[in-house]
């Protein structure tokens, strides 16, 4: 392989290794490709071979250094797994192999760093080579233990550039896995280590102080038992910050605190680390004193939390999040629980200090399941001698009990506007439900709302998670699924940045695919399910429900948008869509006729020339009933296409409106639900191509089969309900009405009645008013909709044909039913 084609060949091996997690069929695939690839012992003679596998090597780690390494140890554990009983290990000769060319090369480039040219790239070759060793030393430290004093000069590093610190850290996180590990090291070289990760503590920024404590914590606790060495600097800068809070408690706005601000961010976060991976009320460190330094610390670090200035406060959490490590029982402390949740909760709070308190949450988590897994692989090898099980069980019960403490407050971060807020609260419940640490469905709904992120990756995570649960604990999700749908309702109105635009529920993009459609997909399998679900949602629209308008928007275009598969899916909802309009729509009309009636008491008597026209519109209960229970032939005006009626009808109605406007504006509220029934079930007809005859004869009760015929979707058939849109963005319901608001309110009301008039099929009439009844009933619909003619697209198969019947857009019959 010549040089410029590694590119190539890099970027095929960073696509094909990403699929190690994928399906068996894949991650066999996969497995069996690098084994060959990378994984195949070399001969010993071939070092060009050798030095191209290596190149290959480093250059995908180096490719995928923003990330992340899983992969890597995922493929190498997977292989290394395989052979684990295999008298011939061809994959950890392998490994020894490249361990040790590895090295080789990390003294080559090192050499050749001094070559001013070239000192970029071979800088960034080092570092690849460096971070590919420690995720060697990650799965197989037993690999670098005879390099481990060829790894430890690098501690002294000069720090110029990003590389620089980027091996300084790599190399601690090699010597942290790898010295424990060493047969009687020799005293200099351990006296040698401490000496230089103590240089590093005192020198550098976090991440190296980080990193170096770490190691510290390793080759103290396990190797050297160095302990005075470790108390000094923890005195130092424990001492430090005792001295500034002093300091500051007897003169807040004294300048010290501000001239030594760079020394309290650097202790604060320093005493935090030692205390990570220190337990200071050991003897060792403390001798014979009484003093709780846990406490002590505890003390100090909350002082600093409630800073004025918001860095202090920052860094001060993170020593806080160090320390809760070490010692989980602190975060049950009353002041504790109090700034946590506060910050959590508290809407004008800053974003870093929420985010930093839901990274130690993680943080915490994390390392507890490294705990976990570690007392797993100790258990297998003594599991005959104790039971092990039992004490992880007493550490997962105190993990339960803080997250049940914050878990509240780290579900509720789901709804703000940075994404960064919604990242990590989302990585917390990952962790929590994958730990096993409480029961699931109360984050079901939550999930289903992250479903609905405009980020892809946090979609995936939050949709994963569900699909986990669900493997578990099947009905889970469906009995949150209304729930979710509204929560990812709250959600989106959280993320929405420009309030006075309505919350959609649909990607605004090519797709044009429901937020819900993951929902959706895993509900539709269970028949049952589905119907239970899509009846709820439909319920919402219902008037008794009082739902808000733009929630109905956003369910409505969920309701537009799903990724329905058999024609029995929309027919189901537009035979309920029916029954809703039947009932809400008398309902609708009945409170605006009550609301005239009271109105004209006070006011005045209407002329004779109104009065048929009050009958029908303001009349009392019994009034209505018996103009609606004549023959239908007989009733006034069925198809009354005069303009001038329908402006006579107008005024009529408009003499007869009550001074107060509120019941109008109820009328436009409730009327939206109506008007988005009317526009979905119109939708659901075009994109899929149905008849009224089609979706008249539907029966729920049939046999399923009867409708399983897949759906053959229209292109280009979009979502748009212009009046709902319209009224929430004029902000209606807030808003002053004028005259002109009032006449269309009275059009529309008029619209109904005609629209309810005529809802109930045809087929009893005489052959001569068929097409009057049908032409009034899309008059009215063709008017409420604001739009053209509400005909049906043409049907495309023959089941679908209308036999002569009604094609009209109307509202296919209830009450023959």
Partial sequence: IEQPTFPKITEMCVKMIRRVNDEEGIKKLVNETFQKLWFTPTPHHDKEAMTRKILNITDVVAACRDTGYDWFEQLLQNLLKSEEDASYKPVKKACTQLVDNLVEHILKYEESLSDSDNKGVNSGRLVACITTLFLFSKIRPQLMVKHAMTMQPYLTTKCSTQNDFMVICNVAKILELVVPLMEHPSETFLATIEEDLMKLIIKYGMTVVQHCVSCLGAVVNKVTQNYKFVWACFNRYYGALSKLKNQHQEDPNSTILTANKPALLRSLFTVGALCRHFDFDQEDFKGNSKVNIKDKVLELLMYFTKHSDEEVQTKAIIGLGFAFIQHPSLMFEQEVKTLYNSILSDKNCSVNL????????????????????????????????????????????????????YLKQVLEAFFHNQSNVRHFALNVIALTLNQGLIHPVQCVPYLIAMGTDPEPSMRNKADQQLVEIDKKYAGFIHMKAVAGMKMSYQVQQAINTCPKDPVRGFRHDESSSALCSHLYSMIRGNRQHRRAFLISLLNLFDDTAKTEVNMLLYIADNLACFPYQTQEEPLFIMHHIDITLSVSGSNLLQSFKESMVKDKKKERKPSSDEETESDSNSGSGSESEEEASKPRRLRKRVDSDSDSDEENDINAVMKCLPENSAPLIEFANVSQGILLLLMLKQHLKNLCGFSDSKIQKYSPSESAKVYDKAINRKTGVHFHPKQTLDFLRSDMANSKITEEVKRSIVKQYLDFKLLMEHLDPDEEEEDGEVSASTNARNKAITSLLGGGSPKNNAAETEDDESDGEDRGGGTSGVRRR
């Avoid at 507890?368 to 019960?397: C, F, H, N, P, Y």
């Fill in 354 to 405: 929420k985010i930093q308190v839901l990274k130690n949450l993680q943080t915490y988590l994390q390392e507890e399941d490294t705990r976990m897994q570690q007392a797993d692989r100790d258990w297998k090898k003594v599991a005959k001698q104790e039971d092990l099980k039992e004490m992880g069980d007493i550490s997962s019960g105190m993990s339960s009990s803080i997250m049940q403490l």
